[in-house]
């Protein structure tokens, strides 16, 4: 069973930093797409970050790049979100996917993703 375990999720102040971290557990496909996503309340989920765990290739949404770094430890199976220059619109609940190994990264949306972590809340004061 494929699992995603997210930690690393706090509150803190504008201009601070935190380092999200997933977990994956269950794989047998080690080159596959995953990202992150968050959703504000009254808002759609998005992506704001994915990476090709195969050749490291990654994209960004426009609003979180500079700020924002994706990158994914092939040996122990572990996604990480390094997020710098924390804004109070960066508020939201972020989530980890991943796909089954069978598509890319490239403009992928939800529905493109099987597998999901349970969400770790971000929050950014003023």
């Known amino acids: 069973q494929v699992r995603l375990v997210e930690s690393g999720g706090d509150s803190v102040q504008a201009g601070g930093s935190l380092r999200l971290s997933c977990a994956a557990s269950?794989?047998?496909?080690?080159?596959?797409?995953m990202a992150w996503f968050r959703q504000a309340p009254g808002k759609e989920r998005e992506r704001v970050a994915s990476i090709y765990t195969g050749s490291g290739s990654t994209d960004y949404t426009d609003p979180v790049k500079g700020r924002f770094t994706i990158s994914h430890d092939n040996a122990i199976d572990a996604l990480y979100l390094q997020m710098n220059s924390l804004k109070p619109e960066d508020t939201a609940m972020y989530y980890c996917?991943?796909?089954?190994?069978?598509?890319?990264?490239?403009?992928?949306?939800?529905?493109?993703?099987?597998?999901w972590g349970q969400g770790t809340q971000v929050t950014v004061s003023s």
């Open positions: 269950g794989y047998t496909a080690r080159s596959r797409c």
């Open positions: 996917a991943a796909d089954d190994g069978s598509g890319g990264c490239e403009n992928s949306e939800p529905y493109d993703y099987n597998y």
